[in-house]
């Protein structure tokens, strides 16, 4: 049975940072590539970054560039959301996925992905 835990979530002042972990179990982690998406209240989940089985291979989406970097480490079947300078527009329950597609890039589309967590939620106040 594969499950995802997320760990990290919390609530921080605009400016702070905060790292996000999910704990990988019941697949061979090293064959996945990992997606972090996030759901504010009344909005869609969205893409946040991803990382491909080769953690030299990330993408992230716009609105996080430059301040969020997502990482992997596979002997500990782990992944990584490094947030920084976090803004209150960032407030939202934060998923990580396993994408069961096969495939070997980023994938930023939820459908790609067969695996959820349950989510953490990060609260950024002003």
């Known amino acids: 049975q594969v499950q995802l835990v997320e760990s990290g979530g919390g609530l921080v002042q605009a400016g702070d940072s905060l790292r996000l972990s999910c704990a990988a179990s019941?697949?061979?982690?090293?064959?996945?590539?990992l997606g972090w998406f996030r759901q504010a209240p009344g909005k869609e989940r969205e893409f946040v970054c991803g990382v491909a089985r080769s953690s030299a291979i990330t993408a992230c989406a716009e609105s996080v560039k430059g301040r969020f970097t997502i990482s992997r480490d596979n002997a500990k079947n782990t992944v990584y959301l490094q947030m920084n300078s976090l803004k209150p527009e960032d407030t939202a329950v934060y998923y990580c996925?396993?994408?069961?597609?096969?495939?070997?890039?980023?994938?930023?589309?939820?459908?790609?992905?067969?695996?959820w967590g349950q989510g953490t939620q990060v609260t950024v106040s002003s």
């Open positions: 019941g697949l061979t982690f090293s064959n996945y590539a």
């Open positions: 996925a396993a994408d069961d597609s096969g495939s070997l890039f980023v994938q930023r589309e939820m459908r790609r992905y067969g695996y």
